[in-house]
C-alpha cells in the first residue's frame, strides 16, 4: 500500500503485515500498487508451496495482489490484516521476482521438511 505521511511523503507498507519498506525490508507489488514484504513471502513461500497449508478462500474473497477472486487452491492470510489473501499463484510469482533480482539477496526458503 501506499501511504502518505502528514509531510506528504508517500510511504510504502506491506498490505500483510502494514510495516514500511526497509532495506532489509524488500517488496514486490502487485496490481494497483499493492504490496507484499520479502519476511510475509517467506512466510507465505513457506507455507504455502512446501507445507501445502493455507487458507481455503471464502467464494468472493479476491487476491490483494493479483486482484482475481474465487482463484481454486490454497491462499495465504495475512496474519494482521484478516481480509487480506494472497493465492498460490501470486506467492510462487512474488517469491521468483526477488529470487532473480541480482540486486536483493533475498533467496526462497528451503523446504523445512528436509
Excluded at 20 to 49: K, N, Y
Excluded at 70 to 78: E, F, N
Aim: hydrophobic share 35%; charged share 25%.
Amino acid at each position: 500500500m501506499h501511504v502518505t505521511d502528514n509531510e506528504g511523503n508517500i510511504e510504502f507498507k506491506c498490505d500483510f503485515c502494514t510495516m514500511p519498506w526497509s532495506d532489509d525490508r524488500q517488496m514486490v507489488e502487485g496490481h494497483r500498487g499493492s504490496l507484499i514484504c520479502s519476511q510475509c513471502l517467506s512466510i507465505a513461500f513457506t507455507e504455502i508451496v512446501h507445507l501445502d497449508s493455507g487458507y481455503a478462500p471464502i467464494k468472493g474473497e479476491t487476491c490483494k495482489l493479483c486482484l482475481e477472486t474465487d482463484r481454486d487452491g490454497l491462499h495465504w492470510q495475512s496474519p494482521v490484516e484478516v481480509e487480506v489473501i494472497a493465492c498460490r499463484r501470486c506467492v510462487k510469482q512474488s517469491a521468483g521476482v526477488l529470487h532473480k533480482d541480482p540486486d536483493i539477496p533475498w533467496k526462497k526458503p528451503a523446504d523445512p521438511l528436509v
